[in-house]
């Protein structure tokens, strides 16, 4: 019964692809370069990924538009730009990802685009149900150096750790102490922070590089981000 359900949303994903076409994805990649986004890497990743396949049906006709969208349970895909500015600010220098992780899966979207442009991706999400649409958004992938797993992202992967790119998709108050720990040394990590100068409901990009005698903190653009919780749901 599942199986004929999953055909059915498959067949109409691939229906939709007409209106939501490689076109359209490259007018989003062409807004993203005018914004400013000029690694390479990450805009061929960006032209790559088919975003409507990672939002609602109902939304589909929208998701190249630069904007986060709702993906159920309070939460949002992140707005293109955002994606592309946080991976192009931890590649900037030339630097190749490594062994990333990301926190806050969501629908899959930015662990998709990543996937395209390291080696090897670990993403983490306290969302039961969403990690599960995530991984059957991204079934027809084919990205065997992305892994999901279910649990609390401010506790890091320790199993998997640890790791030359951090990139975390909710907004704390600070940086969750496990993350730096899971960082090596020479290592980036880009986050939404709640700092002082950030206004309401707003934060501030934060990029740490891990030096061989302590972190280096850059702030860079306000943001808007879901909160990053605590606890598995
Ligand atoms: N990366 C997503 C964005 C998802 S929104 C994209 O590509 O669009 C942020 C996600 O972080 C939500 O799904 C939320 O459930 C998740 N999240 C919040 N706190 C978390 C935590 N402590 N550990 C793991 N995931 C968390």
């Known amino acids: ?17 007409g209106m939501t076409s490689q076109r359209t994805r490259e007018r989003m990649v ?33 998701a190249y538009e630069d904007t ?17 500015k946080m991976i192009q600010a931890l590649r900037s220098g030339g630097r190749d990802l490594g062994k ?3 926190v806050g899966t969501g629908c899959g979207y930015q662990a998709a685009v990543l996937a395209h442009v390291a080696p090897e991706v670990y993403s ?3 969302i039961q149900a969403l990690l599960d649409r995530a991984r059957s958004n991204l079934l027809g992938q084919k990205l065997a150096n992305l892994r999901l797993t279910y649990g609390d992202g401010n506790l890091g992967i320790p199993k998997a750790a640890p790791f030359d790119s951090i990139i975390v998709a909710a907004a704390a ?29 707003t934060q501030q990009l934060v990029l740490i590089e891990r030096g061989p005698r302590g ?19």
């Open 1 to 17: 019964m599942d199986g004929d359900i999953d055909a059915v949303r498959d067949a109409r994903r691939l229906a939709g692809i």
């Open 30 to 62: 062409d807004r993203l370069r005018e914004q400013g986004i000029t690694d390479e890497r990450v805009l061929s990743a960006m032209a790559a990924v088919p975003r409507h396949v990672f939002v609602e049906e109902v939304l589909a006709s929208r």
């Open 68 to 84: 986060a969208l709702p993906i159920g349970l309070g939460q949002t895909i992140s707005q293109p730009y955002v994606v592309a």
């Open 100 to 102: 990333v992780l990301e």
């Open 124 to 126: 983490i999400e306290r």
């Open 173 to 201: 108050p600070e940086v969750p102490a496990a993350l730096l720990q899971q960082l090596v040394v020479g290592g980036r990590m880009i986050l939404p922070l709640k700092t002082p100068q950030a206004g309401r409901g």
């Open 215 to 233: 972190y280096n903190e850059t702030t860079m653009d306000a943001v808007r981000f879901v909160p990053l919780e605590t606890g598995r749901q």
